[in-house]
């Protein structure tokens, strides 16, 4: 195996993927795991290593899934003793609740079909990324249960996490691709698709940064897992309205909407609500990096609820009501 970046550029791949966040690593799992002998995958990523991950890193890496209640939860988690599974409530989240769910947060905009697949394949998928992406599934306890009376109440349909959050899913599965043949490079920029002369995608220009020249990557097949556009400024305000460039990026710097703009060009269809109305964004600390998360802190910068005081938000306009009187701390962020 080439390790020099631009022998591993000059080669054909079978499967290329752009972008290292969760849905990279799991792609490149299911490529890497579907026949015998196993595809060639090569990932690759503009950000440098030291920001692998895109924004699943900054997230607390809680996954929602149907599933059948406690009993089928139980054989594939890691830190209930027994001693312990006698002192848990946790009911049945079916795949018309995690479907009543979807409409409900949506107003009744997702697309029916498009959720029922996803709903519909999630409590598999969850077994799945166990057994090949070797997932180290817990119960949320500190996110999504209270104990009252000596006894644990699960809430809601996000009870599944791994340990460290974010940080450790992305590490795992970094592993597990490389572990199957996967190869990982960063710090190579996707500048456009490449295509031929009947103008289907044959691979990917790209650009390695810090002078390291240009190059075309050659794949039988491209999968994008990189489209993201929320740390660009002006792609917010373009889509968005102008008051989202004010907003902070919770995440990656790294999502500027290269690869989106790209696949427009070349007249893809775009769907989806990309307006300010149905973008992921809660209150913020408004000490936060306004252009890029943080890597330590990740998702600790959320101001969800004040202890000591009460908070309002009224049309953007944050209160906060109690004995302190400090100013105000919070703004919105954009999370993805």
Not at 93 to 119: I, K, N, Q, W
Not at 289 to 298: H, M, V, W
Request: proline share 4%; glycine share 12%.
């Amino acid at each position: 195996m080439a390790t020099n970046v631009h022998d591993l550029l000059d080669k054909h791949w079978d499967i290329l993927i752009l972008g290292s966040g969760t849905a990279a690593p799991i792609t490149a799992l299911s490529a890497l795991t579907s026949t015998s002998p196993p595809p060639c995958v090569l990932l690759i990523d503009k950000a440098p290593a030291a920001w692998a991950g895109g924004n699943g890193y900054f997230t607390a890496a809680a996954y929602r899934t149907a599933h059948p209640g406690l009993s089928g939860l139980l054989p594939i988690v890691s830190n209930v003793p027994p001693e312990l599974a006698g002192k848990i409530d946790l009911a049945a989240y079916t795949e018309d609740d995690f479907l009543g769910d979807l409409d409900r947060v949506t107003g009744g905009r997702s697309d029916r079909a498009l959720g029922e697949a996803v709903v519909g394949a999630s409590w598999e998928t969850v077994k799945w990324l166990k057994e090949v992406g070797k997932v180290d599934w817990q119960l949320s306890f500190r996110r999504q249960a209270y104990e009252v009376d000596g006894r644990w109440s699960f809430w809601g349909g996000l009870c599944l996490t791994v340990p460290d959050g974010g940080k450790g899913l992305v590490k795992g599965f970094r592993e597990r691709v490389e572990e199957l043949g996967g190869v990982i490079v960063h710090g190579v920029a996707w500048r456009e698709l490449a295509t031929d002369e009947k103008g289907r995608v044959v691979g990917v220009n790209v650009e390695v940064v810090d002078g390291g020249g240009e190059a075309k990557v050659k794949a039988g097949s491209v999968v994008m897992c990189a489209c993201g556009f929320e740390a660009s400024r002006e792609l917010r305000g373009e889509w968005m309205s102008d008051g989202w460039k004010a907003a902070h990026v919770r995440r990656t710097p790294h999502n500027t909407g290269d690869m989106l703009l790209a696949s427009r060009k070349l007249g893809v269809k775009l769907v989806g609500d990309f307006s300010g109305s149905s973008c992921h964004s809660v209150a913020w600390d408004a000490d936060s990096p306004a252009d890029g998360g943080d890597r330590e802190k990740t998702n600790e910068f959320t101001k969800s609820g004040y202890p000591q005081h009460a908070g309002l938000m009224i049309s953007g306009l944050i209160c906060r009501l109690g004995l302190d009187m400090k100013p105000p701390r919070t703004l919105l962020h954009l999370a993805h």
